[in-house]
C-alpha cells in the first residue's frame, strides 16, 4: 500500500499536477518557453526504450561478441557497473492514475551517485542483484524499461547533479509520463527515441483489426486499407508486437543496436 501522506509536499503536489502534462508539454512548441524549458527540464537527455526480449526476432548475432543479446541484458549492465542503486517506492506515473492494470508499487530504479540525494521516504538503496531482480519482476508484470539520462528525474528528486544519475522507468502503456510525447516539441520529443538499428515491420498477417493502434501510447499506429501502419512517431517499445494476435508484426535489432545504445548511454551518464 502507497501512503502519499508519507512522501515529501513537492512531490505529492508534482503528483496532483501529472494529469497535466499533455497541457504543460504543449508550451514547449513555442519558442522562448520551449527553450526555457528545455534547459530546466531535458537538457542533455537521451533516454531509449527497451523491447521486452520476447517481442525481439533474433535471427543473428546482434552482438559483436555474444555477451549481451537481448534488451535486459542492456539494464543488467548498467545496474553491474553502477556503485549505487535505488529502487522508488512507488510509481509516481501509476499512482498519480491510481493506475488499475500494472503495480502501482513499482517504481523507477536510479542508478549513480546521484541517488545518495534522493529523499529515503521516495526509495531505498539496495544491492546490485536485488536491483537485477526487481527489474526482472517489472518485466514479468508487463511493464517496458525505458533507460537513459532524465534530467526530469534529477529535478524532482533533487538528485543532483544529472549526469550522476541514470534512471531505469519501468513504464506501462496506461498511465507513462511519455504519452505526453505527441504534444512535445520536435527537439525535445527526439530525446526519447527508440533503439538504432531497429526496425518494425507488419506482415501480410495484418488484418486491420486495430488493437495494435489501441496500444500504442504515442499515436504512431494508423489503420490505412485494412492494414496497420507505423509511422516515425514510433519508440520502439514493442507493445503492438506483444499485442498482436495474429502475428503481424515484426521487430528486428541490427547487430550493434545494443553496443551502440550502450555506448550513447555511457556518454551522458558518470556512474563512476
Known sequence: M??????????RMLSKLFPLRFFFAKFT?????????????????RIFYMPK???INIGQKIY???????????VNYFIDKSKHHVI???CICRSSKNCEHYPRDFGCLFLGEATL???????????????KEYVKKCREAGLVHLI????????WLKAKPPEKLLTICNCCECCCLWMMLPNLSREIGAKVTKLAGLEIKVTDKCTGCGECAKVCFVNAIKIVDQKAQINDNCRGCGRCVEKCRFNAIEICLGKNSLA???TNISNSIDLS
Open 2 to 11: 502507497i501512503h502519499m501522506d508519507n512522501i515529501p509536499i513537492t512531490v
Open 148 to 155: 537513459g539520462r532524465n534530467r526530469l528525474d534529477s529535478v
Open 29 to 45: 512548441k513555442l519558442p522562448l518557453i520551449g527553450k526555457t524549458m528545455d534547459k530546466m527540464f531535458f537538457e542533455n537527455d
Open 64 to 74: 559483436e561478441d555474444d555477451s549481451i543479446v537481448l534488451p535486459s541484458e542492456v
Open 53 to 55: 526480449d520476447k517481442v
Open 260 to 262: 551502440n545504445s550502450i
Open 117 to 131: 540525494n534522493i529523499d529515503p521516504r521516495l526509495g531505498k538503496q539496495v544491492t546490485k542483484d536485488e536491483a
Open 88 to 90: 522508488m517506492n512507488f
